[in-house]
């Protein structure tokens, strides 16, 4: 089995199928002027399932659709039916802001598409608007349902939880997704791309989110799933389903860290801070063979060192401190989550 150089393997494969977004979330894309991705730069749904089958061969078995916004990629249902028909892959997932899914989820659910994760920061309509900047929370909600009603399982709500924005909204969230059979997951207020002003006074804690949680329903903690999972899971004390949370800042998870990505661009990226990507493109579009391109994932995969989290707490702790405008990186927008 393909492993860097902490002895990671690489199982997990998030794949960005578009750098186009209908939101312009705070915490993402803050910026209203973005240069988009020239489409003939962006891979192909034939390029990217050969590049999924060669990760696979590689040791992968769960792949995630990421963007930008994924279902804005037209006929995504394609890409779907191929990468669910290859040999390995046990989990296909997609993350999606949820706007676009009640019209979509039939043919994603009909193309192979068994579980899929939608963010959700509040069930406040003019808080939604703040964060999210556009669209509205009653599409959301609508392709939420529809995807439970379609039979997609789990159904995860990922929560972005800023301190002063919408650390009010964590037990109205749980109480939403234990009321409809979901499954929240909190996710610690991170410093992705370059743009969206992180300072660790916004940061809201895991410990302090389990806390709120505790106060109202108690939860035992479950772990995280084959101990590599980016989330620890909980479990109500009730029965009345879990929660996890992912806390990239104040519990960095480095050591387990399985995930490759690639960008809309074709670019492969070793860990979600990453300032720059490896180009895969290049050789899929100058006649490199399948051997050649395994080899060349292999030798980035075998030098990664990557521990960015790891680091940045050491930094938050130490006498300097730590500056995310210090620490450049590919933008949330292209690389996907």
Not at 124 to 137: C, D, Q, S, V
């Amino acid at each position: 089995m393909l492993r860097d150089t902490y002895d990671r393997p690489v199982k997990d494969l998030r794949i960005s199928v578009t750098d186009r977004c209908n939101f312009r979330c705070t915490y993402c894309m803050p910026f209203d002027d973005y240069e988009w991705a020239d489409k003939k730069e962006i891979l192909t749904f034939e390029e990217i399932a050969r590049l999924a089958s060669l990760f696979v061969q590689l040791g992968v078995d769960k792949i995630r659709l990421t963007g930008g916004e994924p279902l804005l990629r037209r006929g995504l249902e394609k890409l779907i039916r191929k990468l669910s028909s290859l040999n390995g892959v046990k989990d296909l997932c997609l993350t999606t802001n949820g706007s676009l899914l009640a019209e979509k989820v039939y043919a994603l659910q009909f193309a192979g598409l068994k579980r899929v994760n939608v963010s959700l920061d509040t069930l406040n309509p003019e808080k939604f608007a703040r964060i999210r900047r556009r669209g509205n929370l009653a599409k959301v909600l609508e392709g939420l349902f529809a995807a439970k009603s379609y039979g997609l399982d789990p159904i995860k709500v990922n929560a972005v939880i800023e301190r002063g924005v919408n650390d009010d909204d964590i037990v109205d969230l749980v109480e939403f997704s234990r009321k409809n059979g979901f499954t929240i997951r909190f996710i610690e207020y991170m410093d992705v791309g370059n743009s969206n002003n992180w300072t660790s006074e916004k940061l809201v804690s895991k410990k302090e989110i389990l806390a709120i949680i505790n106060a109202r329903y108690p939860l035992r903690e479950v772990g995280r799933d084959k101990g590599s999972a980016p989330s620890v899971d909980y479990e109500f004390i009730d029965g009345s389903g879990e929660l996890g949370v992912i806390a990239s800042v104040s519990e960095p998870f480095c050591s387990s860290c399985s995930r490759a990505r690639l960008t809309a661009d074709g670019k492969l990226a070793t860990c979600l801070f990453s300032a720059t990507g490896h180009d895969l493109k290049a050789l899929l579009r100058n006649g490199a063979t399948d051997e050649e391109i395994m080899e060349v994932i292999s030798a980035i995969w075998r030098k990664r060192t990557d521990r960015y989290s790891d680091e940045r707490l050491v930094a938050m702790n130490s006498a300097r401190g730590y500056r995310a405008k210090d620490h450049k990186k590919i933008e949330m927008i292209n690389l996907g989550g």
